[in-house]
């Protein structure tokens, strides 16, 4: 069975500043990784993927993301965060043999002026 | 951009009453899923649905729900018997592809059951 931990439930950031929202998994078998972003009254949306390959991985609205199989992590950065950016981030796994995206729990990232 | 649609957007409900979520997939995707989030707890995986079967399913994916295809464009979430903890925000996805492919989300539909 596949699970994922993302520790920090809330981030708070002053616009401008870098931010990292960990995340970590367990999984017995080779896993695919994504995050995604839910604006508030909104679904949700990729920001980034990774699949094989580079295991940095850039998305959308400036984020990254970096694989690390040793530390089973998959943690999200943004060097320059904006008020935009307040929503809530989500990181979940599919595994090869299932079609099933597995979430974890959230962080609500908040960027204050 | 082509995008998820569900409808509705809100639905309240009594206790043991039906409720027929609806959802729009993406014109040439393949792939179905609905998904559940309790308010405050963790986006949970329901079911699957490819060719016209479920392909998967969770545990919370008892007797009670069921999905269906009824046309080629629509696909549906019902609930026979609606109990207080089916009181959550529902999710449909699709996807053009397994595994790996992104399966892009819709709005959501936020079912409240007293």
């Known amino acids: 069975a596949q699970s994922v931990t993302q520790l920090d439930s809330q981030v708070p950031v002053f616009e401008e500043a870098p931010v990292e929202l960990r995340c970590n998994y367990s999984?017995?078998?080779?896993?695919?990784l994504f995050w995604y972003v839910q604006y508030p009254n909104q679904g949700l949306q990729l920001l980034l993927k990774?699949?094989?390959?580079?295991?940095l991985v850039k998305g959308i609205n400036g984020f990254e993301a970096e694989f690390n199989k040793s530390q089973t992590s998959f943690h999200l950065r943004k060097p320059s965060v904006h008020i935009s950016d307040t929503a809530e981030y989500f990181c979940?796994?599919?595994?090869?043999?299932?079609?099933?995206?597995?979430f974890g729990t959230g962080t609500r990232l908040q960027v204050f002026p | 951009e082509p995008e998820v649609t569900q409808t509705p957007s809100h639905q309240v409900t009594q206790m043991g009453q039906e409720v027929i979520l609806r959802c729009v997939p993406i014109?040439?995707?393949?792939?179905f899923y609905w998904y559940r989030q309790i308010l405050g707890q963790k986006v949970e995986f329901l079911v699957s649905?490819?060719?016209?079967?479920?392909?998967?399913k969770s545990e919370i994916f008892d007797d009670q729900f069921s999905v269906e295809r009824p046309d080629g464009s629509n696909f549906t979430l019902k609930i026979r018997s609606t109990k207080l903890e089916d009181s959550a925000m529902y999710f449909c996805?699709?996807?053009?592809?397994?595994?790996?492919?992104?399966?892009?989300f819709g709005p959501g539909t936020r079912l409240l059951v007293l």
């Open positions: 996805a699709s996807s053009g592809g397994r595994r790996q492919e992104t399966q892009y």
């Open positions: 999984s017995s078998v080779s896993v695919y």
């Open positions: 990774y699949l094989s390959g580079s295991t």
């Open positions: 979940a796994v599919v595994s090869y043999n299932t079609d099933k995206l597995i």
């Open positions: 014109s040439n995707h393949l792939y």
């Open positions: 649905f490819y060719n016209n079967e479920i392909s998967e």
